[in-house]
């Protein structure tokens, strides 16, 4: 696909400069097959030389054949007083036997005279032998010019030079690095447009790389490109070193769906938010839910009047059509909510509600009051759907609670641990009394309810805690605070999350773990009589699969 600006990832190499992030040889195969298979026109593999795991990268990556991009190797122009032929980090890059070779070197003069201790003459000579050798050899060569801004603003008529030296060489491309990230977006503006008309005769292109630590990246490569820049060079998620790097999911959504300058086919863009949650589950980080275009809340609504107005326009609340990106519309219920709130929120989990009935009013009052009492529905959707099917009587009761206890034994004599818990229960008439250990209080809770719900629903078996969050309350009432929990569960398929509120820590747990508990129920049972659905249960448990469809 041909676009008017490329994007270069450096995920693999300066992402991975991110304190928590470390990546395997088979993480970074993996990213960069979907990296390919997601358009972008540029790979950067590593610095071959620098460490064992990026040699083995590369010479893995020489079985891959890429549909869409190009692998750059990463390193720096030769040593001062050293022969561009003989130097040890050059022959690693010629080894790696990347087509794209980028290579970093200095533009500031308070770099090549107090860090690399040499002259400006002969840093001029590093950059322009480095970069002819390796075209000599067939490579495309990028150059990466290091601490570009800072540099221009000290000595504008040197940085220009290295510039011009790297474009004279034969580079592809000048990249414009903004190194300390404290470059302002008017300036990045000014000196692009400066540096762009000062190279036009070289028929070089520009493009800009830079770093987030004014919380600029994003802003500072779109005004790079506003200034005739043609290449965009960033990381997934914006990872990276200290703040990070410029968010290449946030700055290819803002050229694609709001400057309309295409990088990525249309099909690939819709599954932007998809490759942003890959690329954090490889690197084992938390997903941002705050992320622009593909975080779960940029599309949310909470305010009555908001979410009144988007019932009627979607876009007057919203800058784009969420599905360009792979996200989707939510609508928030919770103190600030009005009726379209409920009832949209009820639309999307598949329950009818009349705007104007008693019923949402009655939903709605319900909701106010129990946020009042420290329950939050937001980020617990099963709650809130079983709230809406109670207030419909739509809530089926596959159980009814008895009591529960729970004890915990501690020997320092013995040095063990004991937590245990009972439950009784009443199913279908029948009472049902189970006694469980666990890790804790509420995993032999869990562990107990279980037991107890296994012979009559054998898909309780199935379902498995994923996140268990506690949060104090008013936390001024020290011991005797009120205590909210959120338990995540799934069954492998679905994901739900549940609320529970209360000022004993176990109440509140136990809340929660029976709402998610009643929820898998209902998705399993919903519309076919609970008997009914037994029967064919066993029978499918039996083996009996094909007489049970």
Known sequence: MKTAVTIYDTTLRDGAQAEGINFSVADKLHIAHRLDSFGVHYIEGGWPGSNQKDIEFFQRAKEIKFAHAKLAAFGSTRRAKTK?????????????????????????LLHVTEVLNTT?????????????????????????????????????????????????????????????????????LRITAKIK????????????????????????????????????????????????????????AALQLKLNIPVVPEESMRRLRELSLFVDGVANQRYNIRAPFVGVTAFAHKGGLHVNAINKVAHSYEHIKPELVGNKQHVLVGELSGRTNVMLKAKQLDLELDEKSPETKQILDTIKQLENEGYEFEAADASFELLVRRQLQKRKAFFELQEYHVSIRKSQLHNYDTCEATIKLIIDGEKVYTVAEGDGPVNA???????????????IQHIRLTDYKVRILDSDTGTAAKTRVLIESTDGVETWTTVGVSFDIIEASWRALQDSVEYKLIKEHDGVPVKLKRFFSHLAHDGMEKFSK
Request: aromatic share 6%; charged share 20%; with cysteine.
């Open 84 to 108: 561009v032929e003989e130097d040890p980090q050059v022959a690693a890059l010629v080894d790696s036997v990347a087509p794209v070779i980028t290579l970093v070197g200095k533009t500031w």
């Open 120 to 188: 400006a003459e002969e840093n001029l000579a590093m950059i322009g032998d480095t970069v002819r050798y390796l075209r000599s050899l067939g490579r495309e060569v990028i150059y990466d010019a290091e601490h570009c801004f800072d540099g221009f603003k000290d000595a504008p008529d040197y940085a220009l030079s290295c510039l011009r030296t790297a474009a004279e060489a034969g580079a592809s491309y000048i990249v414009l690095c903004d190194t300390n990230g404290g470059t302002m977006p008017s300036d990045v």
């Open 197 to 252: 008309e000062t190279l036009v005769d070289t028929g070089v292109q520009v493009g800009i790389h830079t770093h987030d630590d004014c919380g600029l990246g994003v802003a500072n490569a779109l005004a790079a490109v506003s200034a005739g820049a043609t290449q965009v060079q960033g990381t997934i998620n914006g990872y990276g070193e200290r703040t990070g790097n410029c968010n290449l999911i946030t700055v290819m």
């Open 445 to 459: 809770l869990d562990a107990a309810l279980r037991q107890a719900l296994s012979k009559h629903y054998h898909s």
